[in-house]
Nanobody
Framework: DVQLQASGGGSVRTGGSLRLSCLASGFTFDDHSIGWFRQAPGMERELVSCTSSSDGRTSYSDSVRGRFTSSSDNAKTTVYLQMNALKPEDTAVYYC???????????????????WGQGTQVTVSS
């Protein structure tokens, strides 16, 4: 079965770090782009990063660029999101998602992603 399992969330203080993992199974991992989204209470789900299946490059939202880094281990079909210098405004449920044929101009649109993980909670306190 197709699954994306997000894990690694937790509670940290401002300035702390967390590493999220997204374990993929049930589809051809190399053919899929992987996006990280987050959703805070009362807010729209927003793109954090997207790693392209075509060239492996990752783009980041302005709010996390320089603090978050995405990497992948193809053998383990796992994508990681290293989050450093966390701020309270990073508090959200973080989701990983995958899809094919995703181009940068459409990466922010949730509708282009076929599969979604269950999400993992990240809480950053002052």
């Amino acid at each position: 079965d197709v699954q994306l399992q997000a894990s690694g969330g937790g509670s940290v203080r401002t300035g702390g770090s967390l590493r999220l993992s997204c374990l993929a199974s049930g589809f051809t991992f190399d053919d899929h782009s992987i996006g990280w989204f987050r959703q805070a209470p009362g807010m729209e789900r927003e793109l954090v990063s997207c790693t392209s299946s075509s060239d492996g490059r990752t783009s980041y939202s302005d709010s996390v660029r320089g603090r978050f880094t995405s990497s992948s281990d193809n053998a383990k079909t796992t994508v990681y999101l290293q989050m450093n210098a966390l701020k309270p405004e990073d508090t959200a449920v973080y989701y990983c998602a995958s899809g094919t044929g995703i181009i940068q101009s459409m990466a922010r649109q949730t509708r282009v992603y076929t599969y979604w993980g269950q999400g993992t909670q990240v809480t950053v306190s002052s």
